[in-house]
């Protein structure tokens, strides 16, 4: 069996990190038990003709997203071998899955592989953007220390509302890891959790619409298809809020002290500056998914030619549902889908299921 | 009374976020209040001759150990009024505790200001630096797309070992934030905690020289005093872990797998690279608290004249247990100590003791 690799390059790191599996030098770690079963692996960073001159050997398709060969309907014409299209991580949007099931071409990825590191990114980025820190780790690199330039965008996270968008996998485990800092967490899914879950994660339902308008940090983590693709438009960021921020800062009206007789009474400054800590969209944009797509890359095309709902719509009306993580998509013949009663994250176990084995999986951003 | 408060040039920000309380502008928010109530309050950021002219008659002098005026014998004695020396937030090494216990002057501080802060910038950095940040940030802010580069330095931080030295409020504060992140927390102080804080917290008790050797992050989060003031030296930074870090990273031995007859045994790649996240001292440096001098200030004299320890030790012996937190120091009339067997925080409260009051207080470093 021909397996092909397209992975990205590691370069002098391969050698030296040996750890590095995801790059093509290290092919996944996978090179010497498949050579030893009697495999062919072929390992390249070529998403172009690289890729195109073994497609009509290849009978399985390793990929990533973060260093995307896009799959198309013509390159699977190409390949007349091919079983089996395989993503090293998650999210599957680089292959045409229409074109896929209609050649029953199986469609799996690492389903849950990445969601660690990806609420723990989170959480860091959820830090840094709340406390200030880059701009003010470029002041003390510049020999600066301008305090007030620094501090007056600076804030704890304590105390702050927390709104997530899209509760699964990694939602959840944001949630978890927030919890200690003393944050308020809504968060908006398609369905709600059990009690004793929402319990255990601290974290409020609300629906999509009060909790952009209510929360002083969105964190979006639901899957990237047409239907939820501009989801987060104009509309909905000028939505989100605009009053400064609860916080410690916030001038004291002394009110424990006692007045002398006589003296007027003491109220917060008026001017007080309305502000967000994200600024509004100011004109449209392509969708982030185009701007990962590398140069010179046959273009992406619809996974969902079932849906409705057309790739780029420029005023999509504002939704005050998630739409269901399983949308009315092509069937894959080896699609296992997990039923909508069973809750993804049991809190209350370890949450190491890392690389727990691939699994048959609906399209996913890697979000 | 004459109020002297040396803070910090708040620049434009000072205006346009009146939340900015601790900017000279805005002046601590209390201006009103003590004018209101008869008080002269001058505040000014010029750490040199402008304080030294309001000196004579100053009866309060505050200031803050981030825009630091050092309050030398020589100036306290220029003050024949002073009655109080008060830090704005925590750390008061700024003064010089000695000559104001002579003078029975009160030196306070706000203990507790800053727990939660500090502590969640302790929590962004140790994720920042274990997942690589702003090395990656930087690379896609110059165009790159380097993945290798940026993936050989960047590691999960679940399952790493955290070793936090010094678990007081800060410390305790650290943990209980990291616990969702399924960290082996380890922790040293000269004193232990109860078991059932420990079970809250997620951390065990270990000693400095194991803790140092076994963790693949250490935080410390000690007040500087002389006897902790070079206490990291070469010698135990060196004593660090150099082994690679456990990861998911590492290679799996795919031993679930069905060997093929005859093949030979997989086995990871010996020539694994030792390395550490932080690299071991090369030359002796100035401690940080001098470097936290602001230039043309005048020297910072001993806090602690009758510690036998001199202030720069070339060659300290390494400590394999903290000093306790109060050692012997200059008497303050107006103290209140803690006594030992109080926990310091009870972790099952709410961690929300922040401006709970001005504290008189032992001198801690702004840690």
Same sequence: chains 1, 2.
């Avoid at 090179?31 to 497609?55: C, K, M, P, Q, Y």
């Avoid at 308008?213 to 509309?235: H, K, W, Y």
Wanted: charged share 20%; net charge positive.
């Amino acid at each position: 069996m021909k397996i092909v690799a397209v992975l990205y390059p590691g370069g002098p790191s391969a050698a030296q990190t040996p750890e590095l599996l995801g790059c093509a030098e290290n092919a996944l770690g996978l090179r010497e038990w498949l050579e030893n079963a009697g495999h062919e692996l072929v390992a390249l960073t070529d998403t172009g003709d690289g890729l195109d001159s073994h497609l009509p050997t290849a009978d399985a398709l390793i990929a990533t997203p973060f260093w995307p060969a896009y799959i198309t309907r013509e390159r699977i014409r190409q390949a007349p071998n091919l079983k089996l299209l395989l993503t090293a991580g998650v999210g599957s949007d680089h292959f045409d899955l229409a074109a896929a099931a209609e050649r029953n071409i199986t469609v799996a990825e690492i389903t849950g592989s990445n969601v660690v590191s990806v609420a723990e990114h989170a959480v860091m980025q959820i830090l840094t953007l709340v406390r200030n820190y880059i701009p003010a780790y470029q002041e003390v690199l510049n020999g600066g220390w301008d305090i007030g330039k620094v501090a007056a965008r600076s804030h704890d996270l304590e105390n702050k509302r927390v709104g997530i968008v899209g509760f699964g996998r990694i939602g959840q485990r944001i949630a978890a890891r927030l919890k200690p800092f003393d944050v308020q967490t809504r968060y908006f899914d398609y369905r709600r959790l059990p009690l004793s879950d929402e319990i255990l994660l601290a974290a409020r339902y609300q629906a999509l619409q009060p909790l952009i308008a209510e929360s002083d940090i969105v964190s979006i983590n639901i899957p990237l298809t047409p239907a939820t693709q501009g989801m987060f438009n104009r509309q909905l960021l000028n939505n989100m809020k605009k009053r400064r921020l609860p916080s410690k800062h916030r001038p004291r009206q002394h009110s424990r002290h006692p007045r002398p007789n006589g003296s007027p009474r003491i109220r917060p400054p008026s001017r007080l500056r309305r502000r967000r800590l994200v600024s509004p969209a100011r004109a449209p944009r392509p969708p982030l998914a185009a701007n990962a797509q590398p140069r010179n890359d046959p273009p992406r095309i619809g996974n969902h030619p079932r849906s409705p709902t057309p790739l780029r719509r420029r005023n999509p009306p504002m939704p005050n549902r998630l739409p269901n993580r399983n949308p009315p998509r092509p069937r894959l013949h080896h699609s296992r889908r997990r039923p909508h009663h069973q809750p993804q994250l049991q809190p209350s176990l370890p949450t190491t299921p890392q690389h727990a084995g691939a699994h048959i999986h609906t399209p996913r951003a890697h979000v």
